[in-house]
């Protein structure tokens, strides 16, 4: 049996092979640790370097973004029209000075709805608006146009005034008509005189002591028939110098169709004639001259019944297009033809003896200045249909 002693001794070589081993693959360990941190130094100084390089990059971008606002910002401010930008809840998230010169400050903030209506005044021109007069600028006429929206219901409004660009159209229309006056005076003259001198005929016979009463009665007549026809040439003129819309409402078609049924109807049944009426405007109506737009109406149906036999009809129709509301009058008159019909709205001309040859030249003043437009359909023994064309009233 062995002692204590012997087993000491044995076990200090077993130890120590076992601390070689030990410490050898301590030694391994630490060479791989050493080359793993080797690898991780060589690593991170690579990607510091992707890194300067990346903020580097990203430093020149948002330097060259920086540039670009704010060549964006000085040519925003630069621009003469105004432009504003609305969020998803059309709300004024963006102005620049020009929009707030036309329109007043401050508009940040408000809703475009509010901007409407209280800054705004609507024409009869679709997208186009007067201003309210403020503190800093007096009434002004404004066009706006709006880009389709995006992803986030956001959109651009640009603002364009077209206070000058009216005045100086005005300006060209007044030299017009006064170009037109001054070509048209001698056949005025025509025009005036041949009743006048009529009239001037028929009261010096009143004067004749051998007249009868029921022939004086008939000279007093046929002068107040003349005297009348003279009233209406002059009434006629006025209207055609004037040409243009002076009192904007709010005229619902409907009822204006109804308003002309009721005063040219009675004057038709007098003639033998029929008046349809088709109403497809709905609830349509237009920001216009509702007295104006009448007397045009009126014009082209006094012409379709002079153009009329007993036991004609005349159409009277309104309806809807997508930018238009349409007003025609068609009549089963012998029609027009085709080399007359672009001379029916010259001032003067017409194929009646007993004619103006002004009715036509108003009812297209009146409706251009309405910016719509008169189209005439027609051929000889198919009758002839006037068409009217006038933009829709629409906010922006």
Request: with cysteine; net charge negative.
């Amino acid at each position: 049996m062995q002692s204590n002693k012997d087993l000491e001794i044995k076990s200090v070589p077993i130890d120590q092979v076992q601390l070689q081993l030990a410490f050898a693959a301590f030694n391994e360990a630490s060479e791989q640790l050493s080359g793993v941190y080797q690898e991780l130094q060589h690593k991170v100084t690579q990607l510091t370097g992707e890194l300067a390089i990346a903020n580097g990059e990203l430093h020149r971008q948002l330097i060259a973004k920086e540039n670009l606002s704010q060549q964006l910002s000085l040519l925003l401010n630069a621009l003469p029209g105004g432009v504003i930008a609305l969020n998803g809840h059309e709300c004024i998230e963006q102005v620049n000075p020009a929009a707030i010169a036309i329109l007043g400050g401050p508009l940040l903030g408000l809703t475009w709805h509010q901007v409407i209506q209280e800054r705004l005044l609507p024409t009869a021109i679709i997208n186009e608006w007067h201003t309210k007069p403020h503190e800093t600028a007096e009434q002004r006429r404004i066009r706006i146009e709006s880009n389709a929206t995006d992803s986030n219901g956001r959109r651009i409004l640009l603002i364009n005034d077209i206070t000058e660009a009216y005045a100086l159209q005005d300006k060209i229309r007044r030299n017009q008509r006064l170009t037109s006056m001054g070509e048209m005076a001698a056949n005025l003259a025509h025009q005036l005189r041949t009743p006048l001198s009529t009239a001037l005929l028929y009261a010096n016979h009143l004067g004749s002591d051998a007249l009868t009463p029921v022939e004086r009665q008939k000279f007093a007549t046929k002068a107040i028939e003349r005297m009348h026809y003279l009233e209406h040439l002059i009434n006629d003129m006025l209207r055609f110098v004037k040409g243009e819309i002076t009192q904007l409402e709010d005229v619902r078609i409907s009822h204006l169709l109804a308003e002309l049924q009721q005063v040219i109807e009675p004057q038709m049944i007098q003639h033998g004639l029929q008046l349809i009426v088709h109403d497809l405007s709905e609830t349509e109506s237009l920001m216009t001259d509702r007295q104006a737009l009448c007397g045009a109406m009126i014009n082209l149906l006094e012409n379709a019944m002079q153009a009329s036999f007993p036991g004609d009809q005349i159409i009277l129709k309104s309806g809807v297009e997508e930018e238009n509301i349409v007003l025609s009058v068609h009549d089963d008159g012998p029609g027009i033809d085709t080399a007359l019909q672009e001379r029916l709205f010259e001032p003067f001309f017409t194929t009646r003896s007993e004619g103006t040859g002004l009715g036509l030249a108003i009812v297209r003043g009146v409706i251009q200045s309405m910016g719509g437009s008169v189209q005439i359909n027609s051929s000889p023994d198919a009758g002839t249909e006037f068409v009217i064309r006038l933009p829709r009233s629409k906010g922006d």
